[in-house]
């Protein structure tokens, strides 16, 4: 077929979101299995196949990652309607888990299959192949033939871009709301990352679904199920194989609608027998949710509205997404995610209205903006979001990371927005952001700034109590609570400091602001061994400890349910396994710790037997307070503690909560917390 580069429009690439790397959603694989469509090896729940090993090393992370808009040979930042598709992540793909085994799954080639020819049995017709030649460094070849009834796109120069390569199909009719399965073989002559794409066929070209799967020289076939909510009459289907020189082949392609995945009933492993949920008098304790995943993945789905009070939306709400033309406001994805929340009785949380990273092509490309100007696209941005859902939206952060070290001083980050407006713009955006919804509670949000005396947490709070002194409508902080421990499993100095967060926490109790833990999680420096194992589980209980005893703090998110869906392997490449529930969707012993810390308390956020409460209970991970012995290493409860989380004896039982296994499933937490020495601990986004 002759390309269609002529038709396609190329957008610049912006380098901005570095940090924009997708993990990939569910994926079930069938290693070897023959043409035809073979039936996916998924459960009844959809869950299941083969975990689907991630990309190639040293496609990780972040050179590709900025929303790659697909498109043909296009990049960019205009990205990808919900899924901040970019990073070929060192891990995407893993655990199956929205494999249409099961339900809609069927051997053979459907009827219903929405593309035609998926065989390749002696003509390629109607597939295309299309090479970008937009940069001139990187002018990418393609030889596209069907060989032996398979179709070969041979790269024999490669692309910058996984997208400048690619194999498609136009005109796929989508439907909103209806879930469809994805199956296809593929192989390479070499191991290498294909991604597999549905998306807008004209510019901004939004991708609607994206996943990366790793292709061997064997063949094998892929197939998985997503949840696609556009309406789109002609969408674009299509295989990206760009940026290595080499072979890769295709056959028996196959997208048809399918029944939604029944979502399986949830029932928490929480010892109490409560989840995270019953406690929300105590603290809310909310996720990051990203699609397609989020909505296409039942199990994960069961387990976000089984156990937790809120969301927030990893990466929808970014600039590049939901504004990725000027004036031209995607808010599918969102839309989604908030009928989902509110379908199942969450709290929805705004996230990001202003930040550097992950801004479109448009905003990073027009350098010769005046303030004005500024001024006007960031209130356009701030009054399309916020009016959107207003009402229904309790927290926004209005405005991310906008303090960095620069030349050694803590001080306003250059970016787009504080080098064209000056550094007000904080100040206005909050000030817009209060007149375009009264009734929400307005966040600064950022990273490192959890510890007292940490330069950028000192800074960062200076810049708070000035806008509070000066009545700028700013409602609580938003600390992000990114923490790690190295591949050697060494920790810097003092960090997590506990008892430095929680004199933190306190001096913005002072200034009457509150906190909110907004994303937290605690990546392990390959390789996973229990002692790191340890050490998360004791900062996610400790973290929360600090919350619940903080009268200022009653918001606990973590970034990500489970190391399935984490946006850690494909940005902090020696990193993985940060979140509490494994790749499997298995709740980890931090689950089990944090739970603990939570059965220390009545869900109406008493104590039980009137000793729990903050002080004592601190320091271990809370585990001191579950063995009922003294809080040793507890931090000294706020003086302004309320009663309900201040009455503090130092002690807690709650055996009468809990089943003897539990209680000694407990103190095996409490042990193993008791036995770490105090590590010394480091603090990095
Ligand atoms: C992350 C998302 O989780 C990733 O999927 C994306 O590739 C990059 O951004 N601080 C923030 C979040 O405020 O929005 C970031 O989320 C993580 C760091």
Known sequence: MSTTASALKLIKFSALAALCAWTAPALAQNAGAGAGGAPSTGGAAGMGGMVASGGTAGDGGGETATGGVGGMGVGGDTAAGGMSAGGMGGEPASAGSTASGGEGGSGGMATSNLVSNGTFDTVKDPWWGNASDSDPEFPADQLLEVVEGRLCSTMTQAGKNIWDVVVGYTGVALVPNQHYRISFSASADIERPMKVKTGLNAAPWTDYFITSVPLTPTAQTFEFTYLNLRDDAAAQFQFQMGKTPGTVCIDDVVLEPVPAPVVPAYQTPAPSGHPFKDYKALVKIGTAVDTPIFLSNPQHNAIVAGEFSMITPANSMKMNLIQPVQDMFDFTDTDGLVAWAEANGLEFRGHPLIWHTQAPGWLNDATTLGRDEMIAIMYAHIDALMTRYAGKFPFWDVVNEAIDSVEGTWTFR??????????????????????????????????????????????????????????????????????????????????????????????????????????????????????????????????????????????????????????????????????????????????????????????????????????????????????????????????????????????????????????????????????????RKSQRR
């Open 414 to 679: 250059p970016t787009i927005w504080h080098d064209r407006i000056g550094m007000d713009f904080i100040d206005l955006a909050f000030q817009r952001a209060r007149a375009a919804d009264p009734t929400a509670k307005l966040l600064y949000n950022d990273y490192n700034i959890e510890q007292m005396g940490h330069p950028k947490a000192d800074r960062v709070f200076e810049l708070v109590r000035d806008m509070k002194s000066r009545n700028i409508p700013i409602d609580a902080i938003g600390l992000q609570g990114h923490y790690f421990v190295e591949p050697s499993g060494e920790t810097a100095l003092g960090v997590p400091d506990m008892q430095a967060i929680r004199n933190n926490m306190a001096r913005y109790a002072e200034i009457g602001v509150d906190v909110h833990i907004t994303e937290t999680d605690f990546r392990i420096g390959k390789p996973l061994d229990p002692a790191k194992t340890e050490l998360q589980n004791k900062f996610y209980a400790e973290l929360l400890q600090a919350c619940i005893d903080a009268p200022n703090c009653k918001h606990f998110t973590v970034w990500g349910l489970s190391d399935l869906d984490s946006w850690v392997p494909s940005t902090f490449a020696e990193f993985d396994h940060a979140h509490v529930w494994d790749a499997q969707l298995a709740p980890k012993p931090a689950y089990f710790a944090m739970s603990a810390v939570l059965a220390k308390y009545n869900t109406d956020g008493t104590p039980i037997m009137g000793t729990a409460g903050g002080a004592g209970m601190a320091g271990m991970a809370g585990s001191a307070g579950m063995t009922g012995t003294a809080g040793t290493g507890g931090a000294p409860a706020s003086p302004a503690a309320p009663a309900a989380k201040s009455e503090d004896s130092g002690g807690c039982s709650f055996a009468s909560r809990t089943s003897g296994t539990a209680t000694g499933l407990l103190a095996a937490f409490a042990m193993l917390g008791a036995l770490l020495s105090r590590r």
